[in-house]
């Protein structure tokens, strides 16, 4: 993906000395497994932000020199709008994969969210552990001089089915459909963007 496709904000840190600016890339490929907030939620932040500043760092991947923002999409936005200083923390990610499991595993559990829009990011994790996995015993095969699919025999796509089916409280089967619905998704994201909020939050609580 190149940087043109990115949103790169320039944004005063405080823990800079003088002028020097910070530029934080949006990863569109990351901002997709980002739960939205609701718009009581938004504003109940925005206030807190206003009355106590910006307590807690915005998380970033430093990427090769680019800081890539990882979790505080909205308190960004509500710190640029209002001027509010912040401070980033850099975590240890290596890929654009490790980046999205991270992002899914800090944001469970923390914020409502529609049945299409958990099975969305339930697949986009599932793809993103494979590719981590199958990365993984690739680079084992290679240091051992063994068969190069030896990656997908020693993890095994069931078994990271299995493992995040558990940890769920679904069945393998499940992440597996989850992960056919969220390439649908972005299928249909290529061509029409505007359709992919109301697949993932339809109205009467339904997949359209």
Known sequence: MSKSEMQVCLVGHPARRGSEMTKIVIDPELEKVCLPLKDDEYSTLEKQLIRDGCLDTLKVWDRDGELVLLDGHNRLKIC????????????EISSIDEAIVWIVDNQDGRRNSTEQEKAYI???RYEAQKNINKFKGNQYTKESGGPENLGDQITGRSATAKKQAAKEGVSHFTI????KFAKGVDAVGEVSPELVDEILKPKDGRPI
Do not use: V
């Not at 640029?80 to 975590?91: L, N, V």
């Not at 597996?176 to 992960?179: F, G, K």
């Open 176 to 179: 597996d459909q989850n992960a």
């Open 122 to 124: 339930s697949g986009k």
């Open 80 to 91: 640029k709008e209002r001027k509010i200083p912040f401070e980033t923390s850099t975590i």
